[in-house]
């Protein structure tokens, strides 16, 4: 799919920012630009805002005010369905997988191809196309699935959460926003998701960037160039990682440097 791009502008632009409920600010004038391949970790307490600023650039809830631009091209989402539609892919904690479906029926659900005939379509799924499509994307990504008709209630819990990312980027052409990535995973599973996030990002023909909310300190470090973080609903920090500590990075998240 091709998109409005204005040279030179950042993948995204956000100005502004803010979600207000009543007299509580969820979210409070927030600011920043997220560059092409760039993974950034989105941190802070429970309260903070993460969720929101997340659910706001997934079109998932209308911020009470603020700009947001793709490549330099001002976006308004009412809906999850528009924010999708220009290439920003969400990673919930439930991940919304169909548990009795096998994985080219989860990467397609709501999105199923039917194939064509006499006067439009027939309403029949077009299913070989559909696992071509699906076999090809989790091919290109560290990932393995030796057999792509398992059922999603077969397989791990890290498995489940590479099948999810890897959805997302098979639509996302733009943006991937990942809730908690390695929550509840055991050591080994949450290094296979974190491994092909970092792929996903580097070896992308499309210009793809991710934000990654989590509470572990050490996935972030591992995977993220740059940290934002966020503080009763305002963005207190912008590190890149290179020029900071965890040390500050917990400082700020804290308050200690207030």
Not at 10 to 33: C, E, M, N, Q, W
Request: contains cysteine; neutral net charge; proline residues 3%.
């Amino acid at each position: 799919m091709s998109y409005v791009t204005v040279p030179g502008a950042p993948l995204l632009d956000i100005r502004g920012l803010s979600k207000h409920y009543g007299t509580i600010r969820a979210l409070d004038d927030v600011s920043f630009t997220l560059d092409r391949d760039e993974i950034v970790g989105l941190l802070g307490d429970n309260g903070a805002g993460k969720s929101t600023l997340v659910k706001c650039l997934a079109g998932a809830v209308i911020p009470t005010a603020g700009e947001v631009y793709l490549h330099g091209d001002r976006k308004v989402f009412s809906t999850p369905a528009e924010a999708r539609d220009e290439g920003i892919e969400t990673v919930y904690q439930q991940l919304a997988l169909v548990d009795i479906f096998d994985i080219p029926a989860n990467f397609y659900l709501g999105r199923e191809v039917v194939r064509s005939g006499w006067r439009g379509k027939l309403g029949i799924l077009n299913r070989r196309l559909m696992r071509k499509r699906a076999r090809a994307a989790v091919e290109a990504l560290p990932a393995r699935f030796p057999n792509l008709d398992a059922e999603i209630e077969t397989m791990s819990g890290g498995q489940r959460q590479v099948v999810a990312i890897s959805r997302a980027g098979f639509w996302g052409g733009r943006l991937l926003l990942l809730d908690e990535p390695t929550a509840a995973l055991g050591v080994k599973e949450a290094a296979a998701v974190l491994e092909m996030i970092g792929a996903m990002v580097s070896s992308s023909d499309t210009d793809m960037a991710m934000i990654v909310i989590s509470h572990n300190m050490e996935h972030v470090w591992s995977i993220c160039t740059r940290l934002l973080i966020l503080r009763q609903g305002r963005l207190v920090a912008d590190l890149p990682k290179s020029e900071t500590t965890r040390q500050e990075v917990v400082a700020h998240i804290t308050g200690a440097t207030a």
